[in-house]
């Protein structure tokens, strides 16, 4: 099948546009932080960007071409790639900590909502960057792709470029809905989510610029913060309390949110099989580290232990990536629970990355199905989610996209052993850049950054973050398509 070279480039060319709107809201709260050296750069970015972006709309005529698969894949990869790079220009231009690779890779974790950054003092940058550094995970969050569609393309074909976006198992519980009703309904809860965070930020007296940014960063599941220390900065059972709930919300199917609080449904959060096997996943990781911790003597209280227990296990969970201690010093069965946290992590439909927890209950399912035909050949046994009978196609996908997540995962340690780490590092790193999770443990622990890294190991980890956001598929289809 030919591609319509145009109609991509269109496409591809109001993606960008995006990008340097965003750029220019960076340089307008650059302007009005007095002494910010970086609106000059944000400007200037935004001005290359919005060039880049406005070429193929005044040279190629949209028309009324309906968008193939390959056509909508093709759109989302490279939009997502020509975004990290492009992205990466107010780094690049401001210098300091931020060398070419630096400044690509604090570009794609942001845009990839990982959080992994090059940073070793994220206080003295510009605050005109630091919400550009934010503003990629906000926006990567919901999806560059899926948030331009949505405001300026025909139904038909936002729709057909979201599913290339969104996990394709996130909007199960919708089959029969008017077409596009799951992707309006996940930017009303992402935008009323953040705002809600955002206003309860406020209220613990805590500024409002932190109070923004650290919303965005927490719904957007990413973990930037513009603190050295992250969360643990503000040392607030208050703060804490707020982010792990937006965390928790943002870890959930938006879809289903929205069907809770908006709408009458027997879909809903109290019903759903998913999110209740989600919340016992990460109930169950919670009491583990509070016993771990108390018993090796780390805590000398339940209540501190737990407070700790709680807001890190969620944050991994979640793959938002926040801190508020370092956990490479945990003992090893905490730090064993959160790398198995940081695999399996949300739901879909959530900004949350990960394997997801539908794919891991459908698969989990489909092994206990396989083993009682086996035990019993005449038995005929199904396989339910949320109460939605799933083929034998779907549970083998689930499975085959588990196999290729822990393939990639081994291909990535392999790349970062052979780049000088240690194996705790290597295999952490791999874990948490494919997952989005951005903290791994020894050398890129929570409260330790990816700066000393080396080039091709931050190359590789950059490859993990991108193929991890967009769920491995839509890379491997466009890897096809360009050969």
């Known amino acids: 099948m ?17 990008v340097s709107a965003l750029m220019a809201v960076a340089g307008i709260i650059a302007c009005i932080t007095p002494g910010d050296p970086s609106a000059i750069i944000l400007f200037y970015s935004a001005l290359i960007t919005g060039l880049l972006g406005v070429f193929p709309l005044i040279y190629v005529r949209k028309g009324k071409h309906k968008l193939t698969f390959k056509e909508g894949n093709c759109i989302v990869v490279i939009s997502w790639i020509l975004a990290c790079i492009l992205g990466m220009l107010p780094f690049l231009l401001y210098g300091d900590e931020f060398e070419l690779v630096d400044a690509l890779f604090e570009s794609v974790s942001g845009f990839t909502t990982t959080g992994a950054s090059i940073l070793t003092d994220i206080e003295s940058l510009p605050r005109g960057l630091q919400f550009w550094r934010i503003a990629t995970a906000w926006v990567g969050g919901i999806g560059i792709v899926t948030l331009f ?6 139904r038909m074909d936002w729709s057909m470029l979201s599913r290339r976006e969104i996990s394709n198992v996130s909007g ?11 992707f309006h309904r996940t930017l009303v809860v992402y935008l009323l989510l953040t705002l809600a965070t955002f206003i309860s930020l406020m209220t613990t007296g805590m500024g409002w610029f932190d109070s923004l940014t650290n919303a965005m960063s927490a719904c957007s599941t990413c973990g930037f913060c513009v603190r050295n220390l992250s969360i643990a900065y503000y040392d607030s059972l ?10 928790l919300a943002a870890g959930m199917n938006f879809g289903i949110l929205f069907l809770t609080f908006f709408r009458r449904s027997r879909h809903n959060i109290f019903r759903s099989e998913t999110i209740r096997v989600f919340l016992a996943f990460v109930g169950i990781a919670v009491i583990a580290i509070t016993i771990d911790l108390l018993i090796s003597g780390g805590f000398d209280s339940v209540g501190k232990a737990l407070r700790y227990a709680v807001f890190q296990a969620v944050s991994i969970s979640t793959t938002t990536g926040f801190a508020t201690a370092d956990t490479s010093l945990w003992p090893p069965l905490s730090m ?3 790398i198995i946290c940081s695999l399996i992590c949300g739901c879909s439909g959530s900004t949350s ?4 927890i539908d794919r891991a209950l459908l698969a989990m399912k489909g092994i206990r199905r396989r083993i009682s035909t086996s035990l019993d050949p005449g038995i005929v046994k199904i396989v339910k989610v949320d109460g939605i ?8 996908d689930a499975m085959g996209y588990i196999f290729l997540y822990m393939f990639i995962i081994a291909a990535g340690t392999a790349v970062n052993l052979a780049g000088g780490l240690d194996f705790t590092t290597g295999f952490t790193a791999s874990i948490s850049c494919i997952g989005n999770v951005g903290p791994g443990f020894g050398d890129v622990g929570s409260m330790a950054n990816y700066a000393d890294l080396p080039a091709l190991v931050k190359l590789s980890s ?22």
């Open 2 to 18: 030919n591609l319509n070279l145009r109609i991509i480039c269109w496409y591809i060319g109001v993606s960008l546009l995006l």
């Open 149 to 154: 569609s949505m405001i300026m393309m025909r």
């Open 172 to 182: 199960q519980a919708f089959k029969g809905e008017r077409n596009g009703f799951f």
């Open 238 to 247: 208050a703060v804490e309390g707020i982010l792990t709930l937006a965390m």
């Open 336 to 338: 064993s629970v959160l």
């Open 353 to 356: 990355g990960g394997i997801k």
């Open 389 to 396: 009978i799933r083929s034998y196609e779907q549970v083998n």
């Open 462 to 483: 950059m490859a993990e973050m991108l193929i991890g956001r967009l769920e491995i598929y839509p890379m491997l289809y466009f890897l096809s398509v360009s050969r």
